[in-house]
C-alpha cells in the first residue's frame, strides 16, 4: 500500500460515498501522517489528483472556511497545472489547501480558463495573496481573487482526499 511506506498505518476507512469520497488513514504517529503529507499530497493516483490534509489543517480549513483565509481564484490559463499554483500562492504564506478545477468557466472570449480555490493558515497570508495577485497576468489569462463564499463549493468536485491522522492512543 503506497501509505504504510511512511509508516504504521492504524486503520484505512472510507469518508463518504463515491465519487468524490475520502479515505482516512490514521496513522500511528504524527511523523508518519506528516511525511505521507508531505510526500504524496497533489500527487496523481490513476489519474486523480490526491489531496492530502492533516487533521489539524482540515479543522482549521473547517474553522476559517468564510472568514477570509479562502479565495476563489477564476480565469486560469488552462496551461497552468496545481503544482505551479500551489508554488505561487505559497508565496504568500502557508497554504492549507488549494484545488484546480479546470475548464471550470469560458473566458469573455470564449476560451476554456480553469478556476481554483487556496486556503491558507493566516488571514494576513490570503490578504497578502489577494492584493498581490488580483488582476495579475499569469500565464495568458489575468485572474481574479475574491473570497470563498459556501456556494462556490458547488465548483469543485471529483478529488480523491486522503485526509491523515495521528492516533495519540497509540503512544500510550
Known amino acids: 500500500m503506497l501509505f504504510s511506506q511512511y509508516g504504521d498505518i492504524v486503520s484505512v476507512r472510507q469518508a463518504?460515498?463515491?465519487p468524490d469520497c475520502g479515505i482516512i488513514f490514521d496513522f500511528a504517529t504524527c511523523e508518519a501522517a506528516a511525511e505521507a503529507q508531505s510526500?504524496?499530497?497533489l500527487a496523481s493516483l490513476r489519474g486523480t489528483t490526491c489531496r492530502c490534509l492533516l487533521v489539524s489543517a482540515l479543522e482549521e480549513i473547517r474553522r476559517t472556511m468564510v472568514s477570509g483565509n479562502r479565495f476563489?481564484?477564476?480565469n486560469i490559463d488552462p496551461a497552468i497545472e496545481v503544482h505551479g499554483l500551489w508554488d505561487v500562492c505559497s508565496l504568500f504564506g502557508?497554504?492549507?489547501d488549494c484545488k484546480l478545477q479546470p475548464m471550470a468557466t469560458d473566458a469573455p472570449d470564449g476560451r476554456p480558463v480553469s478556476v481554483a480555490?487556496?486556503?491558507y493558515l493566516r488571514e494576513e497570508e490570503a490578504a497578502a495573496a489577494k492584493n498581490t495577485l488580483d488582476k495579475m497576468q499569469i500565464g495568458e489569462c489575468e485572474v481574479r481573487m475574491r473570497p470563498f463564499?459556501?456556494?462556490d463549493s458547488n465548483m469543485f468536485s471529483g478529488a480523491m482526499y486522503a485526509r491523515l491522522?495521528?492516533?495519540p492512543y497509540m503512544d500510550a
Open 16 to 18: 463518504d460515498t463515491p
Open 39 to 41: 510526500i504524496v499530497n
Open 72 to 74: 476563489i481564484v477564476e
Open 94 to 96: 502557508q497554504v492549507l
Open 117 to 119: 480555490f487556496v486556503h
Open 149 to 151: 463564499q459556501w456556494d
Open 165 to 167: 491522522m495521528y492516533n
